[in-house]
């Protein structure tokens, strides 16, 4: 017995033969295996740890109080700032372009911010909460990193 296929049957059949052998390599897994020093090993999870727990910077707030495109004005808003609440909170100078602005304190929590906002809007009425990254208070790595 001769069984002839046609053409459009034949291209099916091939189709499918085709698609089973990518299916199958498709389940073909590989795995990579890295040989690792134990000390290095250690030492990369001691680091994850750390910075796990503990990042430099974290989402905080300050409190806004003035702005100048010239760091003469921008520095004499920080002295007075500075004058007023350095010794609770301090003033921060920071260059974001075009201009220099000045912020008071970092605070970990609202709360925090709208009880020193409070205060502060008797020097400068137009000053407000932002939410910044701010400086880890539990930060304890390596200075200047």
């Known amino acids: ?11 099916k059949i091939k189709g499918f033969i085709l698609l089973a052998c ?8 590989s795995q990579v295996v890295y040989d690792v020093e ?7 999870k001691a ?5 796990k727990s503990s990042d430099k910077k974290i989402s905080g707030y300050r409190i806004f109080v003035g702005f100048s495109s010239k ?3 921008a520095t004499e808003i920080q002295k ?3 004058e007023i609440f350095g010794s609770t909170y301090g003033a921060l100078l920071i260059y974001d372009e075009p201009n220099f602005k000045v912020y008071i304190g970092a605070f970990t929590t609202a709360a ?8 502060i809007k008797k ?5 407000r909460k932002l939410r910044l990254q701010i400086p880890n208070p539990g930060y304890s790595g390596p200075e200047g990193n």
Not at 1 to 11: C, G, K, P, R
Not at 112 to 119: I, N, Q, V
Not at 123 to 127: C, D, G, R, V, Y
């Open 112 to 119: 925090e911010a709208d009880a020193a906002l409070a205060d």
């Open 123 to 127: 020097e400068f009425p137009t000053a």
């Open 80 to 82: 007075k700032a500075d």
């Open 38 to 44: 134990p000390a290095v090993e250690s030492l990369e």
């Open 1 to 11: 017995m001769i069984l002839h296929f046609s053409s459009l049957a034949s291209s």
């Open 47 to 51: 680091r994850k740890e750390r910075t």
């Open 71 to 73: 760091r003469a004005e």
């Open 22 to 29: 990518i299916i199958a390599a498709a389940e073909v897994k």
